[in-house]
């Protein structure tokens, strides 16, 4: 069975630009998870999403947003690139809320 | 709120026992355990979704107190294997247990 697979592996940006990550979860999962890992730091929760909507957020700016497709796969776009926004983006699955998670392997944004 | 582990990093010997706390502030509904090795995607390790609950996986075994807001992961006869940065995760009832918040972790290092 895939896991879940993230893309790209890296993906390197200048300040003010916009960056598209993807995720596709484990067949018969519904629910996709975004969280940013800053070097050395732990998991910040970004965005639920479960059937296609919104669930939940955390406390991140409106530039960060995504949306989840009819597959369940998901995007996450952040707008207006900052330098502190370098970090390591994962992408979690679950069958539903409150199951485990199973993370990809990430994305390395890096802005210069 | 963050959760609170503690400690924040242990040395241990092959064989050696450990125990990794997490204590929040607020009302728990869930609490999740992964474990994270340098370089790689967070692995899932346990779950715990009532009070008092207890669950274990080969040598790691895990304890919810509701009342106390706080679980404790307890590893046995540690492995080499075993060292990564441990997370716990923590829903809160509102949130209907998509979103975890994750503590700063526990950097667990097992020295042969």
């Known amino acids: 069975e895939a896991g879940v697979t993230q893309s790209p592996t890296h993906l390197i940006k200048t300040r003010g630009q916009q960056a598209t990550l993807r995720c596709s979860p484990i067949?018969?999962?519904?629910?996709v998870y975004w969280y940013q890992q800053a070097l050395g730091l732990g998991l910040q929760f970004l965005l639920w999403?479960?059937?296609?909507?919104?669930?939940n957020r955390g406390n991140f700016p409106p530039r960060f947003s995504g949306r989840q497709f009819p597959n369940y796969s998901s995007e996450l776009n952040v707008n207006a690139l900052e330098l502190e926004d370098s970090a390591l983006y994962l992408c979690?699955?679950?069958?539903?809320?409150?199951?485990?998670?199973?993370f990809g392997d990430g994305t390395r944004l890096s802005i210069l | 709120q963050q959760p609170v582990q503690s400690p924040q990093a242990v040395i241990l010997r092959e064989g050696e026992d450990a125990v990794i706390n997490c204590s929040s502030s607020?009302?728990?509904?869930?609490v999740h355990w992964y474990r994270q090795k340098h370089g790689e995607a967070p692995v899932f390790l346990m779950i715990?979704?009532?009070?008092?609950e207890q669950k274990g996986h080969e040598k790691i075994s895990a304890s919810f107190n509701e009342k106390k807001q706080q679980s404790s992961l307890y590893l046995t006869a540690s492995q080499l294997s075993y060292s990564g940065t441990y997370f716990c995760?923590?829903?809160?009832?509102?949130?209907?247990?998509?979103?975890?918040?994750f503590g700063q972790g526990t950097e667990l290092s097992v020295k042969p």
């Open positions: 979690a699955s679950s069958l539903a809320g409150n199951q485990p998670q199973h």
């Open positions: 067949s018969g999962h519904t629910s």
């Open positions: 999403y479960d059937e296609g909507e919104e669930r």
């Open positions: 607020k009302a728990l509904y869930s």
């Open positions: 715990l979704l009532k009070g008092g």
């Open positions: 995760g923590s829903s809160e009832i509102y949130n209907q247990g998509g979103k975890l918040i």
